[in-house]
């Protein structure tokens, strides 16, 4: 039996960390190659790390619901020999280089007298912070609150990735600290109401459903929403997919849902609309040169999920139906990447699918927009014919666009709406396949 070091695994290129769930293996247990260890949460994927070999788990070195950062040694392992080329090593030696290598940082001494301070001030006037100080706040339920009393020493009193992490490992101080400024009269504050819950079965949310809770009401802190709504007539689209999804599926391999031809509209709206594909980082407007369409998508469990169809302007039909098509089947099973969920520029959540008419959806933070898509119902509407005002019968949708009022106005979120819907609407009946 050989020693050898288990090492946190790359999960995703921008993947830095990962927090243990929980070990499937306990010390001194024996296990077989392809055997799952542990199992690893990066955001809002779950992924297992399987044995390269058959062996024995000697000493676990980080517990469940420790954050890891990406290459560092989780576990001393034996493995069976020929399975390793690592230098064998003594359980002891191992253990104490492990710890030689992540030794306890000490507090500052100028952060130690403050630790029991019950007051602070404003260190970083610049309240605007960028999507990857947001992102490092989320994972470690840092408020902006928080935020603001963190020593800023970017330009312009920006806070920059290493205060933040700084701030963490000084054992964040200011957590609990409360401001010395007297508050301003005019200022609404929420209401300390001591209402009255109820009682009934009691349900602890599960990592993911509070990521979700974080993630929403961080965005709704974060973006003033504004909503605008328009209806669309897909008769022509309803007609045509039903008229070729067989054919569809005998020459191309694929299944023929809506979502190919709803990715596919607004991914020539936001070429039209470029502005619309944007995030914010502190003063500044970043509009992405890739357009990234999200997916908003229930997994088994009920919680939701955003796989990405990368570029999607660039793409085919065919092309497009296959990506919807193998990240909803990775959803159903659990088995989306972090790869898979990364990057979106702009995102779709498709109501319709549960039976809603409408929806108000909350945007998918760093973005500026999302759309929400009702359910297509049939309709008696008035048409213009060339013999005149009729009648008939048509497959009617509402569409319903949030939008970061910050940097999206009334027109632009407008015009980009209706943009789809005329997409939509126009859709060629006499295309092929």
Do not use: C
């Amino acid at each position: 039996m050989m020693e050898t070091e288990l090492k946190m695994p790359k999960m995703g290129e921008s993947i830095t960390e990962g927090t243990i769930i929980n070990w499937l293996i306990n010390e001194g247990e024996s296990f077989d190659e392809g055997d799952i260890i542990l199992e690893v949460a990066t955001d809002k994927v779950d992924n297992e790390v399987p044995a390269t070999a058959s062996g024995i788990l000697v000493k676990t070195l980080f517990n469940a619901k420790d954050v890891v950062p990406v290459g560092e040694t989780i576990a001393i392992l034996k493995l069976s020999e020929g399975n390793s080329t690592t230098t064998k090593k003594t359980i002891s030696d191992k253990v104490e280089t492990t710890v030689a290598l992540k030794p306890k940082k000490a507090l500052k001494p100028d952060v130690k007298s403050k630790l029991n301070t019950t007051a602070f001030s404003v260190s970083n006037s610049n309240t605007f912070f960028s999507p990857l100080i947001i992102s490092i706040a989320k994972a470690h339920h840092i408020s902006f609150e928080e935020l603001a009393r963190i020593p800023a020493t970017g330009t312009e009193s920006r806070l920059r990735k290493s205060d933040v992490y700084q701030y963490i490992e000084d054992g964040r101080p200011y957590k609990f600290a409360q401001p010395t400024a007297q508050p301003d009269p005019t200022a609404y504050r929420i209401p300390q109401l001591k209402l009255d819950k109820g009682t009934g079965k009691i349900i602890e949310m599960d990592r993911m459903r509070q990521l979700i809770a974080d993630h929403m009401v961080y965005s709704k802190h974060t973006s003033p929403h504004v909503t605008a709504y328009v209806e669309a007539d897909l008769t022509n689209m309803v007609n045509w997919r039903n008229a070729n999804k067989i054919a569809f599926q005998k020459k191309h391999g694929e299944r023929l849902t809506f979502t190919p031809l709803f990715v596919e509209a607004v991914a020539k709206a936001i070429k039209d609309f470029p502005n619309i594909n944007a995030s914010v980082d502190g003063t500044n407007i970043i509009v992405k040169q890739n357009i990234n369409i999200g997916m908003a998508t229930a997994l088994p469990t009920g919680n939701l999920i955003v796989p990405v169809v990368k570029n999607a302007d660039t793409k085919d039909l065919k092309t497009i139906a296959a990506n919807v098509n193998e990240l909803a089947g990775k959803a159903r099973e659990n088995k989306l990447t972090g790869d898979d969920i990364k990057g979106s520029t702009f995102t779709i959540s498709n109501v319709g699918t549960f039976g809603s008419l409408m929806g108000t959806p909350i945007i998918n933070q760093p973005e500026v927009a999302i759309l929400a898509l009702g359910i297509i119902k049939k309709r008696a509407e008035v048409i213009e014919t060339k013999t005149g005002d009729e009648i008939a019968i048509r497959s009617m949708m509402y569409l319903s666009l949030s939008f970061d009022h910050r940097v999206v106005d009334g027109f632009l979120g407008g015009s980009f709406l209706k943009r789809v819907a005329d997409y939509f609407e126009q859709f060629d009946s006499n295309r092929s396949i």
